[in-house]
Every structure is written in C-alpha cells, then in structure tokens.
C-alpha cells in the first residue's frame, strides 16, 4: 500500500468524527434556541420535540466524543498536558466569560467597570451561562489523565455512582439533561457528565473499529439504527430514559447511534457542511448565543413575527451561520485570538544547549 493510500484511508477513518461533532453542535444550538424563543413568545414550536427526543444523548455524545478525541493524555509530557488540555480551555473559557459579560451588562444598560469585575469573580465560581462544558473539560480532563491501570475501575464505577446520583436529582424539564445535586453548575455538570468522558476516553479502541463496521456491512447499520430509533423513542415515550441508570445506557446507545448516522453520511457531498460545523464547533459554541439573542430581539422585538416555528428556524440558522462567517473574517487580522490561542499563552518548552 502506498504512502499517499495510507494517508487517505487514515484521513477517511476520521472523517465521520467531524459530521458527528456536527450534529451534536447543532442539537446544542437547537435547544438553546428553542428554550429562547418558546421563553418569549411562550408558545411551543416543532423543535420543542426534536429537542425532547434528543435530550438522552444530545450532551451525552457531545463528552463521549470529547473523550475519544482526548484519547493519549495520559502519554503527554506534563507540560504538554497542561498546554493542549487545561491552558487550551482555560484561555478560552477566561476570554469568552470577559466578552460576554461586557455584552449582557451592556445590554442591560449595567456596564461599569464594578459590575463587570463583580460578573467576571463570579463567572470563575459559577460558569457563565453556555461556557459550563468549557469550564468542566478542564476537570474530565484531569481525571481521564490519571485512569490508567488499576486506577481504571474505581474511577469508571465512581463516575456511574456519581451520576446515577445527580440523575436522580434532575433539572432542566423537557430540554435539558442537567442536575441540581450540588446546586453549583460546575460539580453537577461533572457528575451527571465525567461518565460519558470517561467512556469515550477508555472505549477508543472499541469506537475506532465502529467506523469500518459501518462500512462493511452499511444496511445492517441502517437497520441497527432504525430498531434503535424505534427503542429510544418507546422509552422516551414511557418515561425509561429519565431513569437514574437507564439514562447512561441510553446515553450511550444515542451516542452510538449518531456515530453511525455520521459514518453513513460521510459519501454524501450535500452534507459535506455538517463536516465544516464540526470542524469549527468551538467557535460555534463559543459565540453563538450573542446572534440567538440579536436575531430572536430582532424577530420578535422589533419586526413582531410571533410564528413559533418561523423564529426557531431563523433563530437557529443565525446562530449557527454568524460564528462561521465571524471567525473566517477574524482569522488573519488582529481580532483572530477570539477563536485562535496566540502563542504568548502557550507554555515553551526551554531550549537546552550542547
């Protein structure tokens, strides 16, 4: 097999992870913009269900995923460690709680310099609003670093416990699978969520293989994801994925599932843009909450369209599309470290002579 062959089966292996990234990124969005405009308008529109239906595993897949691709950590130098893995989000978490602070104070005609310290102290305590899974992948990392060995099953089983705990406490209604244990966003988020991590992280080698099963047998894929869809939505509809315990084997199974349908797609060029958002779903994530909040005031404050469904779909669509056209334009001048880690922040490795 040639070199140039090798690099592109490689490549293609990897493919499926950007579409399925791209899923997730939207469903997030989704049910940020759902929650919103049903909030205003307080109607329900379409999404309303889309949004139910996925909460099992919406968040699920996002920190299996996350795990998987953290997959090595534990060979990392720990400078490095601390460079890609805690610094990375640390950067990110720190700027982007600083921009949106500045924007809802000034929104809500409160922007003094007091204010704006006193948002930004809390905001290291009490994660500001959409950065909490920003602000917990610093931790799943940390622990995912020290798996290893024996350490393995106590860890695996303590993350269950944990999170069979925080199920059982649940918050969030129909959007939402969140948890209100320890009445901090931080350490509920942690315990509801470190198992998924975790999964992904310590079932890499069983995920790398799902891929080329996929492909080499893709209408017994289609059908394992059709007797899938039909069981998540009976146990949605009688109530088995809210079960403490259940909710980690349904948030597993969606996982799986969305890896699939990622796989499946990946030949189809008309979703090559599925691709794209997975690629730039941290500046997704990161900035799309300022045009949900423009577009659903314009929409509904300032043009008066009431149509639950209409706003949803525009909303949607501007949060997604104005993070993708704002990082392309700040990528080369000087506004580029709002997606971009500048290299002063990055921990140098010291030179050493001969």
Not at 33 to 43: F, M, Q
Request: net charge positive; hydrophobic share 60%; with cysteine.
């Amino acid at each position: 097999m040639s070199a140039l062959r090798a690099a592109q089966i490689a490549v293609d292996n990897k493919g499926w992870i950007d579409r399925a990234k791209g899923i997730c990124i939207i469903l997030v969005v989704m049910m940020h913009t759902a929650l919103g405009v049903e909030k205003v308008l307080d109607e329900t529109g379409f999404l309303h269900a889309v949004v139910a239906w996925t909460k099992p595993f919406r968040m699920p897949d996002f920190f299996l995923l996350s795990g998987f691709l953290a997959g090595g950590i534990g060979a990392l130098s720990r400078r490095a460690f601390i460079d890609r893995r805690i610094a990375h989000y640390v950067y990110f978490y720190l700027l982007w709680l600083a921009v949106l602070t500045s924007l809802k104070l000034a929104m809500d005609g409160a922007l003094t310099v007091d204010g704006f310290v006193r948002a930004l102290a809390f905001g290291l305590i009490e994660p500001f609003s959409t950065l909490w899974f920003i602000y917990v992948l610093p931790i799943f990392m940390l622990v995912a670093r020290f798996t290893q060995g024996w350490l393995v099953w106590p860890i695996g089983m303590f993350a269950a416990v944990l999170h069979v705990w925080a199920a059982a406490i649940p918050e969030g209604g129909d959007y939402a699978m969140s948890s209100q244990v320890f009445g901090w966003i931080a350490p509920d988020s942690a315990a509801l969520f470190l198992i998924f991590f975790l999964s992904g992280y310590l079932g890499r080698g069983l995920i790398d293989h799902i891929p080329g099963l996929v492909r080499m047998a893709p209408i017994m894929a289609v059908t394992i994801l059709l007797l899938w869809a039909a069981l998540h939505s009976y146990a949605f509809r009688v109530g088995l994925t809210s079960i403490p315990g259940l909710t980690i084997v349904f948030g597993l199974l969606g996982a799986l599932a969305i890896m699939i349908v990622a796989v499946l797609i990946e030949r189809v060029p008309a979703i090559d843009w599925l691709a794209y958002c997975g690629r730039h779903s941290l500046a997704i994530y990161l900035a799309f909450v300022i045009p949900m909040a423009a577009s659903r005031s314009l929409l509904v404050g300032k043009l008066g369209v009431t149509q639950p469904d209409l706003v949803m779909i525009t909303v949607l669509a501007c949060a997604i599309l104005f993070p993708l056209v704002l990082e392309r334009l700040v990528q080369s001048g000087p506004l580029q470290f709002l997606f971009v880690r500048p290299e002063w922040t990055r921990l140098r490795r010291t030179e050493v002579r001969a």
